[in-house]
């Protein structure tokens, strides 16, 4: 039982943070959404996992502890949320590359006219 509590005193203490994240606007309109409702799923998960709920589903998908269930689910949210941020990552990085590379042409160009 002590470990519901603490996975329910963690879950409340990242929404309180993801809450606060939103109000300082450090995160995007996309990722504020996206953190804001994980962080819900985990409070209603800390809340329903004593009870039994989430077993039924655990059954469902062949996984014989609920909590395992959570922690699957969880890896395979981590794995995907990792695969957008690289491939974000990889479209700003190919921009930067076309702005470094065209601010350099400009430069160039500069100095050919004041050299004039």
Not at 26 to 35: D, S, Y
Not at 46 to 63: E, K, Q
Not at 67 to 75: E, I, K, L, Q, Y
């Amino acid at each position: 039982m002590k470990g519901y509590i603490l996975g329910g005193a963690i879950s409340l203490v990242f929404l309180t943070i993801t809450v606060r994240a939103i109000r300082k606007k450090q995160l995007t309109e996309i990722l504020a959404i996206l953190w804001l409702a994980v962080s819900g799923v985990t409070v209603i998960l800390s809340a329903l996992l004593p009870s039994g709920a989430v077993t039924p589903v655990a059954r469902f998908f062949g996984i014989a502890f609920p909590s395992d269930m959570v922690f699957v689910f969880g890896m395979l949210f981590l794995l995907l949320f990792t695969f957008q941020l690289s491939v974000a990552l990889s479209r700003i990085s190919a921009r930067h590359k076309t702005l470094v590379q065209e601010l350099a042409l400009l430069r160039a160009q500069l100095d050919v006219r004041s050299s004039e």
